[in-house]
């Protein structure tokens, strides 16, 4: 009998591709090359069938580091373009990767109908709120006030939320991850990968030359526990450094509260639990902001649905199907022909 | 009314080519009248032409000038090359119809116009202030002014139809009237109706009365005094035959070009007059391997295509001109990677929205020169509905054996156009089967043909061929991403190199009509071939020295093409535009050709270029 030999187990650096990084030292990105190549090693993603699309910025230097197949695009497009190479070839599994700039402000358009279509591919945002590449200009995701080399004063306008705005657009998957967070991201990554349709992933990355400490607020190792909230399927709200506090809607009002448990008779059942398939829990979630309420952080929303890939393939299916293979001679020879002798 | 005293039941006379043209309002049935008229003239075995000319609103307030709708048709006994210049019968199906077209017909010419439409509200509409049909102005035209509508309803009493339904039939009692003008058989739209309105047979009865009845109209009653025609049979090439529309002739040619090629098509667009149909009839061709996807935008559209490419099938995407403007940057970015791409406009008139529906072919520059960077691509041009078929296969096959986006210029005219079409037996077409790269040993992205100096196609799923490729220059020996200033000036003059070769992979220019060498040569491109042709054949008729070339590969030239030209003492450039194709005719060769332009949203008349060689001949 023969025994095949299994191939070698690929480990998180055969992941990694022979070329230099030229992002910026200390910048979140590496952090979430390396999440991914760890994720790829713990899937044992086939590195042929997997591809890498990205626009333009900072975060889509994002393939060139893969030893996966790639494709560096244009400005907004990645959206598109991995729609485009999925519906040409279902079996690929597609990572889209781009930043705030290129995701919503470019790309916003692409964005939505990727979502709202539900093409069966990743989508990472790793959102710095700050257009890095171009030297510091504030994003569609700054805050007010964001002082830059374009608003010197401070940007008056308000901000998008990519989650909310994922939400809006109806993607069927949502979910937040940090870069430094070593030991969740992956869990996400496997996550999204596994969700069929759409996965929409904001990863909050820090920009060290030209927004740094932006996410300090809920990243700092002091902030963590007060101003993060890991949210798992089925399990309760809960955080804090004891995982004293908790999430509840509040009595007589349609909104989320924190509360202490012990505290006013407050108990462990008050607490909201999880549900990932709720789309008006996962959207009050998406919204919070510390300090009054934590950053939640994990698969947020989850609920699976037709995919625009699979519906496309199953009509060309049908189609096909239909007749025996079908002859361009038959086609235009039906209808009214004459013949001239 | 002239003539119409005259009461014997005449003779047919024998014409050799008419033009006819219907013209009311979008809701009249205008285009399916003419399309009903067209099936039935091939059938009976002439040779013909058409033009459907349509209002940009969709439902224009009836009865104004801006909402006419029109299709013209020419047939004839003898080989018919355009629309025909001026209509020799106008049908009218109201007074707005025949204030816009009346300028084109000639005195002499008849005009059929249904009474019952020209009521004082009708008229103001138009803009008349007194009935043309009862004032004097239609003085020296065959009129046959005939209440249409009353004798519609007339017909069709029987079935019971509502009232409005009922007028809708009244564009079949003027088709059959037609019918009998020049003696059709009327069969065919007969079986037509029937099976357009299987589910509601009264219909289908109700329009089949009333083209009887416009048929006995002309054959027994009151125009029995009038002239009849018979037009015989072309003498065509034996073969068997069908109308072909440019978008038909585009998609089928497509599906061949990428069965040629062994791969399945992904056709990405965006709702955009004139190309849309291209897309609704793709999506219905999808048991030929043909994925429709209609995108959120023109540029996603073009992405999409590209990544269809990238992913291993031939992604097509299709436009006019402002859509083409947005997918600009996806093209360099194609351009840049090396990725086979098939980009068609159907032009319109511009610029920005211009005019929708009227035809023009002013994105030559657009297509040849409207990059950003150094940004060569190959362009092909169609010349009529059926040549859109050859002209999409060949823009695959520059595509996939070079690496290249194509881009493949149709327009408006030949879009909506039909005309007869020897149907070819595909399988006795070339092939050009995609050969995908597999081997890995020395791979690398950039790696290169040495005679199409095309880079290799490896598609991602591949095993061992993993890579990256994007829009950053690259190391011409690696493909990694290179800022190198020796590399960049390498890789721009290997792509400049790749597709100024492709030349040496196309047919020599021929020379269409008449000889190489001689007193003057009429260069053109696009749809301008009907006209141009039929006008060249006229002047040599009369004796004069005048050739006619037309050009399919517009960029790059065919390599006998600045010689050929040099031949000539005048070369004569007429387009759809300001002298675009004249300009990069005199970059390339330095031959001073001179320009017959027309951008009025119309074809190019038969008489408009006679008229302008004529001014050269001296
Ligand atoms: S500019 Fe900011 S985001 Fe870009 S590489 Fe440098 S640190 Fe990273």
Redesign the pocket.
Same mark, same amino acid.
């Given at each position: 009998m023969n025994v095949a030999t299994p191939p070698a187990k690929l480990q998180a650096k055969d992941y990694a591709s022979d070329q230099e990084v030229?992002?910026?030292p @200390?910048? =979140?990105?590496y952090a979430i090359v390396r999440a991914m190549q760890v994720t790829m090693a713990e899937l044992q993603a086939d590195p042929s069938k997997t591809v890498f699309i990205s626009g333009i =910025?900072?975060?889509a230097r994002f393939p060139y580091y893969m030893a996966t197949y790639g494709f560096h695009t244009i400005h907004g497009r990645a959206a598109a373009i991995a729609t485009g190479a999925k519906i040409a070839n279902p079996e690929l599994d597609i990572w889209v990767v781009g @930043?705030d700039g290129d995701s919503l402000s470019i790309g916003g358009n692409h964005l939505l109908h990727v979502l709202r279509r539900n093409v069966n591919l990743q989508y990472l945002l790793?959102n710095?709120e700050?257009y @890095?590449?171009t030297? @510091?200009q504030y994003s569609p995701t700054s805050r007010v006030g964001t002082k830059s080399p374009s608003t010197p004063v401070g940007s008056v306008d308000n901000p998008v939320s990519p989650t909310l705005f994922a939400l809006g657009c109806g993607a069927r998957f949502v979910a937040r991850g940090v870069d430094t967070n070593q030991k969740h991201l992956p869990e996400v990554f496997k996550r999204a990968r596994s969700h069929i349709g759409a996965s929409f992933v904001e990863i909050f990355?820090?920009?060290?030359?030209?927004?740094d400490g932006v996410y300090d607020y809920f990243t700092e190792k002091d902030a963590v526990a007060d101003n993060q909230i890991m949210v798992e399927h089925g399990k309760p709200l809960l955080y804090g450094k004891d995982k004293q506090k908790g999430l509840r809607v509040k009595p007589g009002h349609f909104e989320i509260e924190s509360v202490t448990i012990g505290e006013n008779g407050i108990t462990e059942a008050d607490v909201l639990v999880h549900d990932e398939t709720n789309k008006m829990l996962a959207t009050m979630l998406c919204a919070m902001q510390p300090p009054a309420l934590p950053m939640a952080i994990g698969v947020i929303y989850c609920n699976p649905g037709p995919t625009y890939d699979e519906g496309l393939a199953a009509q060309v299916t049908e189609a096909k199907r239909a007749g025996a293979k079908p002859s361009l001679n038959e086609l235009l020879r039906k209808g009214p022909t004459w013949t001239i002798e | 009314m002239e003539g119409s005293t005259a009461v014997d039941k005449r003779q047919r006379e024998e014409v050799e080519d008419v033009v006819v043209r219907f013209a009311g309002d979008s809701g009249d049935g205008v285009q399916i009248t003419g399309g009903q008229f067209t099936l039935t003239t091939a059938l009976a075995g002439n040779d013909l032409a058409t033009f459907p000319d349509f209002p940009a609103e969709i439902r224009a307030p009836t009865g104004t000038t801006f909402g006419v709708s029109s299709f013209q048709i020419h047939f004839g006994s003898r080989e018919i090359r355009t629309a025909g210049d001026q209509p020799d019968v106008l049908v009218a199906f109201n007074p707005a119809a025949l204030k816009v077209h009346l300028k084109d017909v000639p005195k002499g010419g008849m005009i059929i116009a249904d009474t019952g439409a020209f009521t004082d509200r009708n008229l103001k509409k138009a803009g008349f202030t007194t009935n043309p049909i009862e004032d004097n102005s239609l003085e020296g035209y065959r009129v046959l002014a005939i209440d249409i509508t009353k004798n519609t309803l007339e017909a069709v009493k029987q079935f019971g139809l509502s009232q409005k339904e009922a007028v809708r039939c009244k564009n079949m009692w003027a088709l059959g009237l037609v019918y009998w003008l020049y003696d059709r058989d009327r069969k065919q739209t007969g079986d037509w109706l029937t099976g357009r309105y299987g589910k509601r047979p009264e219909i289908a009865n109700s329009n089949i009365a009333a083209m009887n009845a416009g048929h006995a109209y002309g054959e027994t009653t009151e125009l029995s005094g009038e002239q009849s025609y018979r037009v015989q049979p072309a003498k065509i090439k034996s073969g068997l035959y069908r109308t072909v529309t440019g978008i038909e002739g585009l998609a089928y040619g497509l599906v061949q070009g990428t069965q040629a090629a062994d791969l399945p098509m992904t056709f990405a667009g965006y709702p955009i007059t004139p190309a849309s149909a291209l897309l609704h009839t793709l999506s219905r061709l999808k048991a030929f391997d043909v994925v429709t996807f209609q995108a959120e935008d023109e540029i996603a559209a073009c992405g999409a295509a590209l990544g269809a490419s990238y992913a291993g099938n031939l992604g097509v995407t299709a436009s006019s001109g402002p859509g083409i403007a947005l997918k600009m940057e996806a093209i360099g970015l194609a351009i840049g990677v090396e990725l086979p791409l098939v980009i068609v406009n159907v032009q319109r008139a511009g610029p920005s929205t211009g005019m929708p529906t009227k035809t023009e072919q002013s994105d030559l520059y657009q297509s040849v020169y409207g990059r950003n960077a150094d940004a060569p691509l190959a362009v092909v041009a169609a010349r009529s509905p059926s040549d859109c078929f050859y002209t999409a296969i060949e823009a695959v096959r520059i595509a996939t054996t070079f690496m290249t986006p194509v881009i493949l210029l149709a327009d408006g005219y030949m879009a909506n156009a039909s005309e007869p079409w020897e149907i070819p037996d595909v399988d006795t077409l070339p092939k050009f089967p995609v050969k995908f790269h597999t081997e890995k040993e020395g791979f690398h992205p950039f790696l290169r043909d040495d005679k199409t100096l095309a880079r290799v196609w490896a598609k991602p799923g591949t095993p061992d061929l993993q890579h990256r490729i994007g829009g950053i220059e690259k190391n011409y020996n690696s493909g990694d991403i290179s800022y190198e200033a020796d590399n960049h000036q390498k890789m721009t003059d290997v792509r400049k190199n790749k597709i100024d070769g492709i030349a040496n992979f196309i047919p020599e220019q021929e020379v269409e009509i008449g000889q190489a060498g001689g007193e003057i040569a009429v260069v053109g491109w696009g749809s301008t071939f009907g006209p141009i042709s039929r006008a060249v054949t006229n002047m040599r008729a009369q004796g004069k020295d005048v050739s006619q070339i037309h050009l399919r590969h517009i960029w790059p030239m065919p390599k006998n093409l600045g010689a050929l030209l040099k031949s000539y003492k005048k070369v004569i450039v007429p387009e759809m535009n300001t002298g675009q194709l004249i300009t990069v005719l005199r970059d390339r060769y330095m031959v001073d050709c001179i320009g017959l332009n027309k951008v009025s949203g119309q074809p190019f008349k038969i008489t408009e270029i006679e008229d302008g060689i004529r001014k050269q001949l001296g």
């Open positions: 030229r992002w910026c @200390g910048c =979140g990105d =910025g900072c975060a @930043g790793f710095n700050i @890095g590449l030297k @510091g990355q820090n920009c060290i030359v030209y927004n | -």
